[in-house]
């Protein structure tokens, strides 16, 4: 609830928070620079038609505008795009983390006690991923998921099964015995580290958090990094306004890049740079042995930087070249069925609004996705959105399940074509978490 109490803590102080109003629209002045944002008209039909509900959106305007949306920010994509951003950076890449809260018996609880693998039970020492099992402060709380680098490349991985076949392990099964799920939820996160920080400011904004992405891969750790380069920002959009910049339409805080480059942020990502390519490179042994020796020993001082293999969305086999995967059965104890555990999200769409992920071609998952890698969509997908079903014909069709996303991303990014877009819903509409 740490998002929640900093809420209370920003309104106390006068700062406005709309929840339920989505950002849906970057707003530009007449020069090109950002002048803030709008939010989507709401009570709109799936035909565009306005309901008896419908609401015009709202324009949002001002000197700096900073974008803060997370991991894959569908507004951070089309200014990282409008601005070329990101042509002096590797492309970003990404892993998939999925993740349960528990109620364990209070003997098995241990507040504090931290767990990370890797590895096992992903199908090959290529693939790189692995666990955390966090054991809360108070009401015998514990988090446990699994992340995976979205640059596999077997299609018939399927990360939720993935996660539920790691808790049948004999030195984690015991854990959740007799204790009670009450949380799942995934996400999105950035993986590209050190190589893939885009350009940060632009006329009229800047990017902070997970929209550039700042995460500290081999911790999935994250949240200080977003918190202090927000706060550089802010330091830095107040150093223009106060240089006379405030006539001026727009600013664009250029001190900010400086800043966050002399910040213990930038040497953090600089430290582990290296680590998430080598597993990719040397595989899982190669890569445990590069990061004890140049990251546990070494402090990540070594003089190269190895560079990404390329994007998630084209890191795919073709499903006649790769092997299918049998994962066990859940036993509703310990292991469970993904619409089970999409129901705990409480994700919710109303029904009747224009769909909010679309298809540039709606031939394209038929023709390629299903005929070339059996459907991969169907799998990586962690709220079961996406499944193929024959139609009278015996011939395959993809059915957009709309109202189970739960917002993580994965689709626009791990789709091979490139073919899927999310977009925002209508605001108020997504997973509800609580305690996650």
Wanted: glycine content about 12%; aromatic content about 12%; hydrophobic content about 35%.
């Amino acid at each position: 609830h740490f998002v929640q109490w900093l809420g209370e803590q920003a309104e106390e102080l006068g700062v406005e928070i709309y929840p339920g109003f989505a950002a849906t629209e970057v707003l530009y002045n007449e020069d090109g620079s950002v002048g803030g944002i709008a939010t989507n008209d709401v009570g709109v039909a799936k035909d565009g038609s306005p309901k008896d509900s419908f609401e015009r959106g709202m324009e949002f305007r001002a000197k700096c505008t900073i974008f803060s949306e997370g991991c894959r920010g569908h507004l951070a994509k089309q200014v990282m795009k409008n601005f070329d951003l990101n042509k002096d950076n590797q492309d970003q890449i990404y892993g998939i983390g999925i993740k349960e809260l528990w109620q364990v018996e209070p003997s098995k609880h241990h507040p504090g006690r931290i767990e990370h693998t890797v590895g096992w039970p992903l199908p090959d020492i290529k693939t790189y991923g692995g666990s955390f099992l966090y054991h809360l402060a108070e009401d015998n709380l514990v988090a446990v998921g699994f992340v995976i680098g979205l640059d596999y490349t077997n299609p018939y991985l399927h990360p939720f099964k993935t996660f539920q076949q790691f808790k049948t392990h004999p030195s984690v099964a015991p854990i959740f015995e007799g204790g009670n799920r009450i949380g799942y939820g995934a996400r999105a996160l950035n993986e590209g580290g050190f190589q893939s920080i885009p350009k940060l400011t632009f006329p009229g904004g800047c990017l902070v958090g997970c929209s550039p992405g700042f995460m500290n891969v081999p911790k999935i750790k994250g949240t200080h990094n977003a918190m202090k380069s927000a706060m550089l920002a802010a330091d830095s959009i107040w150093e223009s306004l106060e240089q006379g910049e405030s006539t001026a339409e727009t600013i664009e805080p250029v001190g900010y890049e400086t800043a966050l480059k002399s910040s213990w942020v930038y040497s953090e990502l600089r430290e582990v740079r290296n680590i998430k390519p080598a597993f990719h490179k040397f595989g899982l042994y190669g890569g445990l042995m590069y990061t004890g020796l140049f990251y546990i020993v070494g402090r990540g001082k070594e003089p190269w930087t190895f560079k990404h293999e390329g994007l998630d969305s084209g890191s795919l086999k073709p499903a006649a070249e790769s092997k299918e995967i049998d994962y066990p059965k859940p036993d509703g104890k310990i292991t469970f069925d993904l619409l089970s555990s999409v129901a705990l999200t409480g994700t919710n769409h109303e029904g009747d609004q224009p769909p909010h992920l679309t298809l540039k071609d709606d031939g394209v998952p038929e023709a390629i996705n299903w005929a070339t890698y059996a459907g991969p969509e169907g799998r990586f997908c962690p709220a079961g959105v996406y499944e193929y079903q024959p139609n009278d014909a015996g011939e395959m069709n993809l059915v957009i399940n709309a109202q189970n996303c739960i917002h993580c991303k994965t689709c626009d990014i791990k789709d091979y074509s490139q073919n899927i877009n999310w977009v925002c819903p209508e605001g108020g509409g997504g997973p509800a978490y609580n305690g996650m």
